[in-house]
């Protein structure tokens, strides 16, 4: 026998809308801006999950061709939070744009890794136009209040490079200092440059092993990457 406060309770119960179902609503109303969700008293990992449904959704939708922009609290919530998306979201693009981790008028430069992620991020967003699968752009809120380039100077900075073109070294290695690579003898790591007679040698932000380019004159002749 159940008295009439429990059989109330078990009738709400009954009545109330499965959990995929009211997610499932959450996140149709979110997508489409139509109210906000609150998501409190959930397991680890459920916002990773909740941003690959959001993601999944707006690309159906063709609404942008971000999905989802998510700002962490911090660079240890953004390296967590696209680890658990590695699960629910493995064939999804998720982009990583972390903070600087220097300050303004610092001694110090940034670090090598950040400048990398950063530029990638950043590269990848300026030619970004109808993407084949949802991309989801993770941040922090000390990047969110930085300052960066215009979409219109990241994607006149892109060049691209193709074995048999026609291309002056010179004027390529001016560009690539004025976007910040560094001569060195040796490259070791991305943002820098080497040149030796007809050789070219530079580790781009966007890649994990740098590449050689082999010239002949203005002929591009090879392109392959080396381990430094």
Same mark, same amino acid.
């Given at each position: 026998?159940?008295?009439?406060?429990?059989?109330?309770?078990?009738?709400?119960?009954?009545?109330?809308?499965?959990?995929?179902?009211?997610? /499932?609503?959450?996140?149709?109303?979110?997508?489409?801006?139509?109210? /906000?969700?609150?998501?409190?008293?959930?397991? +680890?990992?459920?916002?990773?999950?909740?941003?690959?449904?959001?993601?999944?959704?707006? @690309?159906?939708?063709?609404?942008?061709?971000? /999905?989802?922009?998510?700002?962490?609290?911090?660079?240890?919530?953004?390296?967590?939070?696209? +680890?658990?998306?590695?699960?629910?979201?493995?064939?999804?693009?998720?982009?990583?744009?972390?903070?600087?981790?220097?300050?303004?008028?610092?001694?110090?430069?940034? @670090?090598?890794?950040?400048?990398?992620?950063?530029?990638?991020?950043?590269?990848?967003?300026?030619?970004?136009?109808?993407?084949?699968?949802?991309?989801?752009?993770? /941040?922090?809120?000390?990047?969110? !209040?930085?300052?960066?380039?215009?979409?219109?100077?990241?994607?006149?900075? !892109?060049?691209?490079?193709?074995?048999?073109?026609?291309?002056?070294?010179?004027?390529?290695?001016?560009?690539? +200092?004025?976007?910040?690579?560094?001569?060195?003898?040796?490259?070791?790591?991305?943002? +820098?440059?080497?040149?030796?007679?007809?050789?070219?040698?530079?580790?781009?932000?966007?890649?994990?092993?740098?590449?050689?380019?082999?010239?002949?004159?203005?002929?591009?002749?090879?392109?392959?990457?080396?381990?430094?």
């Amino acid at each position: 026998m159940f008295s009439g406060a429990e059989k109330q309770a078990k009738d709400e119960a009954k009545a109330a809308p499965a959990p995929s179902v009211r997610v /499932s609503a959450g996140v149709g109303a979110l997508v489409a801006q139509e109210a /906000s969700v609150a998501a409190c008293g959930v397991p +680890e990992g459920f916002d990773a999950y909740l941003l690959a449904r959001m993601a999944a959704l707006a @690309h159906k939708e063709g609404l942008a061709p971000v /999905s989802v922009l998510h700002i962490t609290r911090d660079d240890q919530r953004l390296a967590a939070l696209r +680890e658990h998306l590695k699960f629910f979201a493995p064939a999804m693009d998720v982009l990583s744009f972390p903070a600087w981790d220097t300050v303004p008028y610092d001694r110090v430069s940034p @670090h090598a890794d950040i400048i990398s992620r950063r530029v990638t991020t950043l590269a990848q967003l300026a030619r970004l136009k109808t993407p084949k699968r949802p991309v989801i752009v993770l /941040s922090t809120v000390n990047a969110a !209040l930085q300052r960066v380039p215009p979409r219109e100077a990241m994607r006149h900075a !892109l060049v691209k490079l193709a074995a048999g073109a026609q291309v002056d070294m010179v004027r390529l290695i001016k560009r690539l +200092e004025a976007w910040g690579y560094r001569r060195t003898g040796t490259v070791m790591e991305p943002g +820098e440059y080497a040149q030796r007679g007809g050789i070219l040698d530079l580790f781009p932000p966007a890649n994990s092993r740098p590449a050689r380019l082999d010239f002949f004159g203005d002929t591009l002749e090879t392109i392959r990457l080396f381990d430094p």
